[in-house]
């Protein structure tokens, strides 16, 4: 979001000192060294100077911005491929070695400046209007202060993301589409979405249910289309929070769900409770990972601990998760039994199923190995 305490990025053009406002949605600090270049640079002199730490800032054409980020990106992806070569890594180094040269690859490309007008109007030859997809996913314009500065790369992703926005993901289980904001987990999974759709609810149907840590909401229409007549679903997300809301309107589903604020558990018991957890017990590296990385399993972890307390007698909860964590040698099935008996609660059943998307069967990805043996799971749970 744009405020005034938003950092400047520095440099130096025409002999003249500029500043702009710097935005990261990483939060990074600007980069120290700035060169300010055109369509003459050559793509190995550009991706040399991102290696070294050095960002340019591009006075060229829009179009030709985005041909040398290609260009630069596959220089980034020959130089992992050459040293991926080198390695015979076991599945917890390959994890760890992708999640590095994918902060690495991220880095690099991210040297690439584009300057843009205080309103995010692109102050280049040939570039699109992208003030909606800016303001969508960085807020309101600065009404005064310096013009700003972004990475092409981040700047191609707010594109991307404004177009899952506005199109939808089309979810089978609904015959409707959901719209995920900028920083949202987009539900392009359907397996766990069909579970959710498919499992037989407990019985008596529940009248009431909980939805932890709901994203854009998904679950909780899928829970309302069959016939859960009051749902509470909860994030402590922002853009989250903002997201469910407005996919609950579309959907007609807004007098039904109830949308809150809360880490973890709103207020009171429910018979029925659902979460769906980040799957992998790693530390993200920007607020767009954490639908993805959960440290040290805390989210799991705080889910299991406060189930039984939350559940009203005889009711029951649901954990959708994947075991991709343990084929990585991130988690064990043991540790995750013990979390759940310490939590006093007890396994009801498990149903599994095997992911379908692409990356399960792509072979060329580090980390296939682990992706073939995937399992999601249900794990129904009741306290002991």
Same mark, same amino acid.
């Not at 440099?11 to 980069?31: M, S």
């Not at 491929?81 to 991220?106: E, G, I, M, V």
């Not at 397996?191 to 009248?207: F, G, I």
């Given at each position: 979001?744009?405020?005034?305490a ?8 025409q002999? *003249?000192n500029h @500043?702009a406002?710097?935005?990261a949605? *990483? ?17 190995d ?8 730490g050095?960002?340019?800032? &591009? @006075?060229?054409?829009?179009?030709? /911005? ?20 080198k ?5 917890k180094?390959?994890f760890?070695?992708?999640?590095? /040269? ?7 490309l991210?040297?690439?400046l ?6 995010y109007?692109?102050? !280049? $030859? ?12 960085? %807020? ?7 013009d ?6 981040e ?8 177009? &899952?926005?506005?199109k ?9 589409? +959901? ?13 766990y ?7 037989p ?14 994203g ?5 229409a899928?829970?309302?289309? =069959? ?9 402590m997300?922002p853009?989250?929070?903002?997201c469910? @809301? ?7 589903l807004?007098?039904?769900?109830? +949308? ?7 207020e ?21 990972? @954490?639908a +993805? ?6 989210? !799991?972890?705080?889910? !299991? ?8 007698p005889?009711?029951?909860g649901?954990?959708?998760?994947s075991?991709?964590?343990? $084929? ?6 043991? +540790? ?7 939590? %006093? ?12 998307h692409p ?8 980390? $296939? ?8 799971s249900?794990? =129904?749970?009741?306290?002991?």
């Amino acid at each position: 979001m744009m405020d005034n305490a938003q950092p400047l990025i520095t440099w130096k053009e025409q002999n *003249k000192n500029h @500043r702009a406002r710097w935005q990261a949605e *990483k939060g990074t600090a600007p980069p120290k060294r700035v060169v300010v270049i055109d369509d003459t640079q050559t793509a190995d002199a550009a991706y040399r100077l991102a290696c070294e730490g050095t960002a340019m800032l &591009w @006075r060229g054409d829009f179009q030709n /911005a985005k041909q040398l980020l290609q260009a630069m990106a596959r220089r980034v992806d020959a130089q992992a491929a050459r040293s991926a070569r080198k390695r015979t890594p076991d599945l917890k180094d390959a994890f760890n070695l992708h999640r590095l /040269a994918q902060s690495q690859r991220a880095r690099t490309l991210s040297m690439l400046l584009i300057p843009f007008d205080r309103d995010y109007t692109i102050l !280049l $030859h040939r570039a699109p209007d992208v003030r909606d997809a800016c303001e969508g996913a960085w %807020g309101p314009p600065a009404k005064s202060g310096p013009d700003l500065v972004a990475s092409l790369r981040e700047l191609l992703g707010v594109i991307g993301a404004h177009e &899952w926005r506005r199109k939808g993901v089309e979810i089978a289980a609904l015959g409707e589409r +959901v719209h995920p904001h900028y920083g949202v987990f987009a539900p392009i999974r359907s397996e766990y979405v069909d579970m959710v759709a498919e499992t037989p609810l407990p019985k008596p149907a529940p009248a009431l249910a909980f939805d932890i840590g709901t994203g854009t909401g998904v679950l909780a229409a899928i829970l309302a289309k =069959r016939g859960i007549k009051r749902i509470i679903a909860t994030d402590m997300d922002p853009r989250a929070l903002s997201c469910a @809301r407005e996919n609950m309107i579309r959907l007609g589903l807004d007098s039904r769900i109830k +949308v809150v604020e809360a880490n973890l558990f709103p207020e009171g018991r429910a018979p029925f409770i659902v979460c769906n957890p980040p799957w992998l017990p790693a530390r993200p590296s920007s607020a767009l990972e @954490r639908a +993805v990385y959960d440290p040290d399993s805390q989210m !799991l972890r705080g889910f !299991l601990a406060g189930l039984a307390a939350h559940l009203e007698p005889d009711g029951e909860g649901w954990l959708i998760l994947s075991d991709l964590a343990e $084929h990585l040698g991130l988690r064990t099935r043991e +540790v995750l039994l013990e979390w759940i008996s310490a939590a %006093g609660l007890i396994v009801a059943e498990r149903i599994d199923v095997r992911p379908t998307h692409p990356r399960a069967a792509d072979k060329s990805d580090p980390l $296939h190995a682990a992706r073939a043996k995937e399992i999601t799971s249900l794990w =129904r749970l009741k306290a002991a």
